[in-house]
């Protein structure tokens, strides 16, 4: 018999739901669960490890387990190991109160989504392999994706600049120039569509590797150096605020396109076979398959 209930899933549910709605933008799944042990008073099980797994705390698993079905009832989103509320998943919060009753809703939209995909199987039973499996799988892609963002973070500028040019040229344009190491007046990368750059718009390409998110006001800098038939490429490690997003897609005049950092490795993973060989060693991916439990 499982020794967590459904009024302790929905518990820790409520817990994660707390922790996220102080944090609209999104936490780390590490960032989370820290809170979210700081909220609330483990039972002496949930402190334990699991049987055979020394080091693998049932907490943790138990949290990254009762939070499938509240991702699966479009409550709450997981992507490279980030973390946030939707806004169904906001008004949850606020309408379901009672901890089983958030399990009980969780539950019946989750099983509204399982009748729909024959070959899921339901999960009810948290000591299973199954659910182990899910957040281990979890847990991996996570710890994939935190050494990803800390090699590009960390990466020198003008090394960050390479890597942006040689995914441009994997992506077929044709890089013209690459700003040196120093001021470059705003512009870090030329790019054309064809190798004479006689055709189509020219591409400026503006390189921030930073942690701060980008403002309105460094968008507009950006697009002050751009031409009437020029697009802009803004590529920026911390991201963008929701200010320069809306900024960039209400903008009439000038053509620009805003990369985070995921888009950015997303794209790199997608072109990563038309990269110069070379080029890969600023970024070297080696793809690892694992037999994914049935969701």
């Known amino acids: 018999m499982a020794e967590i209930t459904a009024r302790r899933r929905g518990e820790l549910v409520r817990a994660v739901f707390e922790v996220l709605s102080q944090h609209p933008d999104g936490l780390p799944a590490k960032n989370v669960l820290k809170q979210v042990e700081d909220k609330i008073d483990l039972t002496d099980y949930e402190k334990a490890d699991y049987p055979n797994r020394p080091g693998v705390r049932r907490f943790e698993k138990h949290v990254?387990?009762?939070?499938?079905?509240?991702?699966?009832?479009?409550?709450?989103v997981k992507t490279k190991g980030e973390w946030s509320l939707t806004d169904d998943g906001r008004a949850a919060y606020r309408k379901y109160t009672d901890p089983e009753r958030l399990e009980r809703e969780a539950r019946l939209l989750y099983?509204?989504?399982?009748?729909?995909?024959?070959?899921?199987?339901?999960?009810?039973?948290?000591?299973?392999?199954?659910?182990?499996?899910k957040a281990t799988i979890e847990e991996a892609e996570e710890n994939a994706w935190r050494e990803v963002q800390d090699h590009l973070s960390g990466m020198p500028p003008f090394d960050f600049q390479r890597l942006v040019?040689?995914?441009?040229?994997?992506?077929?344009?044709?890089?013209?120039?690459?700003?040196?190491?120093?001021k470059d007046g705003g512009i870090d990368i030329l790019a054309h569509t064809d190798p004479l750059g006689t055709r189509g718009p020219r591409i400026k390409v503006q390189v921030k590797r930073q942690q701060t998110k980008v403002t309105v006001e460094g968008l507009r800098s950006f697009m002050a150096v751009l031409g009437d038939q020029d697009v802009g490429l803004f590529v920026s490690t911390g991201g963008f605020s929701k200010d320069a997003e809306v900024e960039a897609r209400q903008q009439e005049k000038r053509q620009v396109t805003l990369v985070d950092l995921e888009r950015l490795f997303d794209l790199w993973v997608e072109h990563y076979a038309r990269i110069a060989e070379a080029d890969r060693a600023l970024l070297p991916l080696q793809p690892i398959y694992y037999l994914a439990p049935t969701e």
Request: aromatic residues 10%; hydrophobic residues 40%.
């Open 165 to 182: 040019g040689a995914l441009l040229s994997g992506m077929g344009y044709h890089v013209a120039w690459i700003a040196p190491p120093g």
């Open 111 to 133: 099983k509204e989504w399982a009748d729909s995909r024959p070959d899921v199987e339901s999960d009810e039973d948290e000591g299973g392999a199954t659910p182990v499996a």
């Open 64 to 76: 990254r387990f009762a939070t499938i079905k509240p991702v699966k009832a479009g409550w709450l």
